[in-house]
């Protein structure tokens, strides 16, 4: 038996952005054990519908997390939507589901980046953000914004996309999945990529299911489950397979990503081919009065919002369970036994928003 | 012409979210790229010239904050990224949210902006570039040196 030794990981740390510590209990190179500690993040956010109205909360939930931003605002959406009553406009349904893939492309190409700045291929991580900045520069046409842009408010969306921007996004699709191409290639093929990649961070489907994984983590593992099969928005109009790898490990939650954003394209292609011509909001009146949950797959995985409302101007309860939370407990579990090398690439294996998580 | 230092970059999320944070690592990355002009995002804060924050900083970051601060060696320069880092943003009435990084360390340059545009930031950084040589002038000018700009203060540094 080696030598014990505890060595700090965060708050503040070169491969992470966000503040998250671990201790990490070694035995020479082998981690041990991992003590997570959280908080860094904590703003106490659901506290704010006691002093934001129902409709400014839209803002706030978009803020939970600026990466996954769409998903959280539209999530917030659909409960209090549910719980009015209202019928959102089919062309409304259609642009979310748009914007809810492109968000979704832009959050899978960030993580395939900072995955391979995590194993130290610096010219794939730059390779990747140049791609996804395309994908920013259709947000920013449609809506002012780069990475939030309130673009979604109860009862639909705030304004509408023109149809020749739409086939304008078709354009640039086609420019995006050319270059993805060489990207995720590398991502799969590469044997140095593979090196770092395969057999690291092993989880059987039973093992994943019994952490309660969610999204390309679960996925990643062979359970095929995808709350867009739900058929919220307008993703019951639309065909797409869930995509799964039986690799069980970080290779196959990779492969995961980088075939789900090719999905994408094809969901957005299918989408702007059968949006309908129309309004895009509906007048809201009253005050929502009751309780709602809602399920959305975002980016990391499925989030689930609960509203509860009682006819007055502000809501009582915002509870959001978001991905990274259920992931977790998988994490600490891949960290026992590995190597201190390979720490950044499962910490980043769960594709952690730690401000999500915290709020 | 003058040779000058390339400014290196720390970069620390104060309870921000993430908006500002993948904005900061956008503009080091080919679109911006800030790296043309020898500014390097370092995880090590000895090795730090300019310190860009995001978020409104919470209880538990507030030392973690000082701490960094504190680790860098003079001259620094602060930058708030973003509005919730210059004074709380959206999160300003959150019960754990201080707002605003001045309540913590002094702040030169405020960069605002939900989340903050790689533009903007790259203006802040060239702005911090002017303040760092300015301050590294005063340092050089002075035995001992206190230098003041805004609210910021460098503290006392005796040769």
Known sequence: MGNRSVVPFGPQHPVLPEPIHLDLVLEDEKVVDAIPSIGFIHRGLEKLVDKKDFNEMVYVAERICGICSFGHGFGYCDAVEHIMNIEVPKRADYLRTIFFELSRMHSHILWLGLMADAFGFESLFMDSWRVREKILDMFEAATGGRVIFSIVKIGGMRRDVPN????????????????????????????????????????????????????????????????????????????FDIVTSDDCDTYGRTYVRAMEVLQSISIIRQAIEKIPDGPVDTLVKGFPNGEYMTRIEQPRGEACFYVKASGKKFIDRLRVRTPTFANIPALTQTLRGCELADVPILVLAIDPCISCTER | MKMSKSP???????????????????????????????????GNPKHADILVVTGGVNNQTKMVLKQLYSQMPDPKVVIAAGICACDGGIFKECYNVNGGIDTVIPVDIYVPGCAVRPEALIDGVVKAVKLLDEKREAMKNHASCEVHYGNASVKEVKK
């Not at chain 1, 086939?167 to 090196?195: C, H, P």
């Open chain 2, 8 to 42: 290196w970059l720390l970069h620390y999320d104060a309870s921000s979210c993430n908006g500002c944070d993948i904005e900061v690592l956008a503009s080091t990355t080919p679109r911006y790229d800030v790296e043309r002009f020898g500014v390097i995002n370092t």
């Open chain 1, 164 to 239: 020749e921007m739409l086939r304008d996004f078709l354009k640039s699709l086609d420019d995006i999945e050319r270059d993805l191409e060489v990207i995720i290639r590398t991502f799969l093929n590469d044997r140095a990529v593979k090196g770092r990649l395969c057999g690291v961070g092993v989880l059987t489907p039973e093992q994943v299911e019994e952490l309660g994984c969610c999204g390309p983590y679960l996925r990643g593992s062979g359970v095929r489950r995808d709350t867009r099969k739900l058929g919220y928005a307008a993703y019951d109009d639309i065909e």
